[in-house]
């Protein structure tokens, strides 16, 4: 069975930076889909970013665009979440997900598609 468990976030001031990390036992990412989504108090499920491991090709959501980067750990079993800039409209708990297979780009942003998720971590943005 695959377990995945988030951590990094806290607490930061609006233009800071966090750093979140996902790692999974049972089973590596390699050969599958990562995502990061993201849900805040009374809104629904949204996609944050996701990567395909057998390429590394990541995709972003419309508002972390250019300010989060996702990124493939090396031995496989980690993957990461480097936010820069962040706003307080970015206070939400993050969660992890996992897919075994390499999903199309189109579809990475489907949360429904996710076998495995982490319980979250939550990142608090003050103004």
């Known amino acids: 069975q695959v377990q995945l468990s988030e951590s990094g976030g806290g607490l930061v001031q609006a233009g800071g930076s966090l750093r979140l990390s996902c790692a999974a036992s049972?089973?590596?990412?390699?050969?599958?889909?990562a995502a990061w989504f993201r849900q805040a108090p009374g809104k629904e499920r949204e996609f944050v970013a996701g990567i395909r491991w057998s390429d590394g090709h990541p995709l972003y959501g419309a508002s972390v665009k250019g300010r989060f980067t996702i990124s493939r750990g090396n031995a496989g079993n980690t993957v990461h979440l480097q936010m820069n800039s962040l706003k307080p409209e970015d206070t939400a708990v993050y969660y992890c997900a996992g897919y075994k297979g390499s999903l199309i780009v189109g579809s990475i942003s489907t949360s429904t598609l996710y076998e495995n998720w982490g319980q979250g971590t939550q990142v608090t943005v003050s103004s």
């Open positions: 049972g089973r590596t990412f390699s050969g599958g889909t």
